[in-house]
């Protein structure tokens, strides 16, 4: 307890100002030359890094990535154009319909065959000759130029090229959003026989995009020849529109367009974008692999802020470190100032700084002070007996039994020798004396040892009241002379100061 008061007064008494602050200004220089290098390196490695990355993704990981991709779609997508072409050059199909389409069940069993051997959402075939449209299920309907849905089979017998990719509702699908492949068909002398093929559900696709998106970390949609997005992933962000209307790719649509493939930037609301296309002949659209630079340096960007959680916890580590030892430092500097070091109690040095705060409160609040001097009697002979290590355990002893007959709030010294001095705040000589009697009792009836051998020790105690003008050496010589009649009174017992 005593240690504590001691320590806490000599940093509040002893140490000045100017000191504290050089502390603090140290710890302040010390932060702010390791968090400038720490910053200064982990930021320069950021952007060295970073300007590395984007040259390595616009001349190398885009276009690689892209390549892989359109590989991916081409195995993906282009199939069912590899379907519907092996549909429409099958010599079975072909021959049943030059053969009359005489039993539909044979047309159906190899629709059903086909939807379910290639796992397609759909397979159809629509007769010239009949204008039946067969499904795997039988015969759906008839197609009719008068009709809006059978448009479609106008516009593909109409057209020169073998096959269009079109996205419409699927009426043996409850209407579902289907991709269909529709290819023509023609017998071996070259006449037109119908129309055949297989469908993909819209959201199958997107679905597959977003897989791709999700795969490669890239947002992914198609756009058809008049640069319009036909086909996106769940989550691109995309909408159906036309790229004409799209700030910043309104800028270059065109050129992409004629160049059909290539590396590309543009820049809108979100930042600066990479863009790398390429042409799919098969399905007539063009592929669009787009990257944004944020999300390109999402990893770098992770990496320096974990850097830099990093720097500012070794900062922090090194000057919470660096505050421990010099408080570490601090505290044995006030231990050895303010304290004696075999007892624990306060030395005289911090006492002449506790004293002259404990007079100037008084002069605040008089409140009495009353004065204690304390000699263990017949010491000498302890030191004979036992040698001074067994005297110095034998004042550590009685210095500890003095600690717990005090309260918190007064003050213990060791005055020298095998001399203490206690000063008791707000009591009056009367209730010294009291205290006195008690410690005299207390230190009587202790029991004291040195190497297990049992020591009787007693002391003698002279009490006296601050007077309120005295100077604490006049209150202290009062007090000593309350001792010095202590002693020769016989020892081991109380005497009051003679009064002024």
């Not at 007539?284 to 770098?300: N, P, Q, R, S």
């Not at 263990?376 to 004979?384: V, W």
């Not at 001095?421 to 008690?438: C, N, R, W």
Request: hydrophobic share 40%; charged share 25%.
């Amino acid at each position: 307890m005593f240690a504590k008061i001691a320590r806490a007064l000599f940093l509040s008494y002893m140490y000045s100002a100017h000191r504290i602050f050089k502390r603090q200004r140290l710890l302040l220089w010390l932060s702010i030359l390791l968090a400038a290098g720490f910053f200064a390196t982990t930021l320069s490695s950021y952007y060295v890094s970073k300007q590395a990355i984007l040259n390595a993704i616009v001349a190398q990981e885009l276009p690689l990535t892209s390549s892989n991709i359109y590989s991916e779609i081409q195995k993906d997508l282009v199939r069912p154009v590899l379907i519907s072409s092996t549909m429409a050059h099958d010599t079975f199909l072909r021959d049943w319909v030059v053969g009359g389409e005489r039993d539909v069940g044979d047309m159906v069993r190899y629709l059903q065959e086909i939807k379910t051997r290639y796992g397609a959402f759909s397979s159809f075939f629509v007769s010239e000759r009949s204008a039946n449209y067969y499904t795997g299920e039988g015969i759906l309907k008839q197609v009719s130029p008068k009709a809006s849905r059978d448009v479609w089979y106008y516009r593909v017998r109409a057209m020169s090229e073998p096959y269009e990719i079109n996205v419409d509702p699927d009426l043996a699908n409850r209407d579902a959003l289907t991709i269909f492949v529709n290819y023509r068909v023609f017998d071996f002398d070259g006449r037109f026989l119908g129309a055949t093929g297989v469908g993909l559900t819209v959201d199958a696709v997107r679905h597959l995009i977003s897989n791709y998106q999700q795969r490669f970390q890239r947002t992914i949609y198609f756009v058809d020849a008049r640069g319009k997005t036909v086909l996106f992933g769940n989550q691109s962000g995309r909408q159906e529109t036309d790229l004409r209307a799209t700030p910043g790719l309104r800028d270059i649509v065109d050129r992409v367009l004629r160049e059909k493939s290539g590396s590309y930037q543009f820049r809108d609301s979100h930042g600066l974008h990479l863009l790398n296309v390429n042409y799919i002949p098969e399905l007539k659209w063009y592929l669009f692999v787009e990257k944004g630079v944020d999300a390109a340096l999402a990893d770098i960007r992770q990496t320096l802020y974990v850097n830099l959680a990093v720097c500012l916890g070794i900062t922090l580590l090194v000057l919470f470190l660096t505050h421990i030892a010099l408080a570490r430092y601090q505290q044995r500097i006030e231990d050895m100032a303010a304290t004696d070091k075999l007892t624990g109690l306060l030395n005289r040095q911090a006492f002449s700084i506790l004293i002259d705060k404990t007079f100037a409160e008084y002069r605040r609040d008089p409140r009495p002070i009353s004065i204690l001097l304390i000699d263990i009697d017949h010491f000498k002979s302890i030191n004979d007996r036992f040698g001074h290590i067994g005297g110095d355990r034998i004042l550590s002893q009685v210095a500890v039994s003095l600690q717990k007959g005090l309260r918190a709030s007064d003050i213990a010294i060791r005055w020298g020798g095998e001399e203490f001095l206690v000063v008791l705040k707000g009591s009056t000589l009367e209730q010294g004396q009291h205290v006195a009697e008690q410690l005299r009792l207390k230190i009587e009836q202790a029991q004291f040892a040195v190497d297990a051998h049992p020591v009787s020790v007693t002391v003698s105690i002279g009490v006296s009241e601050y007077d309120g003008a005295e100077s604490y050496e006049q209150a202290i010589g009062r007090a000593d002379a309350g001792l010095y009649a202590a002693k020769h009174g016989g020892r081991n017992r109380v005497c009051l100061a003679p009064r002024v």
